[in-house]
């Protein structure tokens, strides 16, 4: 069969994070659009790319794109797609839809036009006129800009930030794919120090350890592609036994949190063995105005609360400067916080060595960047390089 399109859709402001995991996976072939990165791939690479992808939102195939400015251009170029090859009989097919800056500007209407053509060219392969929709679930999603249909199918379900550890949740939680891109942009590596003083769910901790243990995200959750019969099930077990081959559990890490919080310990808890990850990760209930790290030239990386989530700003205010004390004693620590509050480097007491603007869901926000020393022996590395 011919190379797929694929397409990782990811948040506003990571898309080159998420280039940069492909590349690493091996996927060099690509283009780097706003909020995705299109590849080109196969069966298996469907499934590898579901299960290692930390800061992507899903896996989608591009089925087709062309112009549709009226409902028949839309109707004959979906139709125009083989379905067949993908959808079964019984296969559920539901489609989604966006529309912008396009003339074909309703979207409930647009989604009945491509449902129309699916149902239509999947009678002249199986030849009946209804469709149970019990079996394996395919959803497409139709979206029109600028006069032009792009037909996708998602291969993930639910979005990959869901790893299957988090059962619970505090009440500001941090999406696993943000925490795991700001662990990426971080300095870390697992022979460093890692601790967040504001851990909530433990999700920064957890992210930081299956990344240091090379535990692909993916493995504890299912995908929708997993029942597909083009796709098959044992290219799906060929992919999670490469990804536990990959583990590397015997790489030891020292990474510790604290909230002042004790339900948010408890919950952290509770995910952190979820992870798989019991006893590895230290976690205690402390104010960030107490907190001590151990060791040298470590990574703080935290997502404290901001006035948009759980305080007010007097209460903001009060916690940033707490950290940016905390820091000026740390000399040889580095410190990264994620937050949309304006005066953030006045309350830290300096400017931050960089900015990069991310999104906590559909609040904008500073990425601030403390860089201390790196390890002597990284250092002596980099110079030898």
């Known amino acids: 069969m011919a190379q797929l399109q694929l397409i990782a859709t990811a948040p506003m402001g990571l898309e080159a994070i998420v280039a940069r995991e492909l590349k690493e ?57 083989s379905w067949q090859d993908w959808i079964p009989a019984n296969g559920e097919f539901p489609v989604e839809g966006r529309s912008h800056k396009s003339q074909l500007s309703s979207v409930p209407a647009c989604q009945g036009i491509v449902k129309k053509a699916i149902v239509e060219k999947l009678k002249e392969t199986y030849h009946t006129e209804w469709f149970p929709e019990n079996g394996p679930r395919y959803v497409i999603e139709v979206i029109l800009l600028k006069d032009r249909a792009l037909l996708t199918l998602d291969t993930t379900g639910p979005g990959l930030h869901k790893r299957g550890y988090r059962k619970l949740v505090t009440e500001a939680p941090l999406k696993e794919t943000l925490a795991s891109a700001m662990i990426q942009l971080s300095r870390w590596t697992p022979n460093r120090p890692f601790y967040d003083p504001c851990c909530g769910s433990g999700t920064l901790l957890i992210e930081a350890a299956m990344l240091a243990w090379n535990l692909a995200p993916g493995l504890r959750r299912s995908f929708n592609s997993e029942h597909w019969p083009v796709i098959g099930e044992h290219l799906w077990e060929e992919a ?34 979820a992870a798989g990850l019991a006893g590895e ?8 105005a107490k907190i001590r790290p151990e060791g040298e030239y470590g990574c703080l990386i935290t997502n ?10 007097p209460e903001v205010e009060k916690l940033i400067r707490s950290l940016g004390r905390t820091a000026a004693g740390m000399p040889t620590w580095s410190f990264f916080t994620i937050s949309p509050t304006k005066q953030f480097e006045h309350y830290w007491g300096r400017k931050a060595d960089k900015r990069r603007k991310l999104f906590n869901g559909r609040i904008e926000c500073q990425y601030y960047q403390y860089l201390g020393p790196l390890p002597p022996r990284r250092r002596e590395a980099q110079t030898e390089n």
């Open 304 to 313: 404290p609360p901001y006035g948009e989530r759980l305080s007010d700003e």
């Open 25 to 81: 996976l091996g996927y060099h072939d690509q283009i780097v659009e706003n909020g995705r990165v299109v590849f080109t791939g196969d069966f298996i690479d469907i499934c590898r790319c579901n299960l290692w992808l930390r800061s992507s939102d899903r896996i989608l195939v591009k089925m087709a794109e062309f112009e549709a400015t009226t409902f028949d251009e839309l109707f004959e170029g979906t139709k125009a797609v």
């Open 240 to 273: 999670r036994n490469e990804a536990m081959d990959l583990v590397r559990d015997d790489v030891e890490f020292q990474i510790a949190g604290s909230d002042i919080d004790p339900k948010a310990i408890e919950v952290a808890q509770a995910a952190v063995k």
């Open 281 to 288: 990760i230290r976690l205690d209930v402390m104010p960030a």
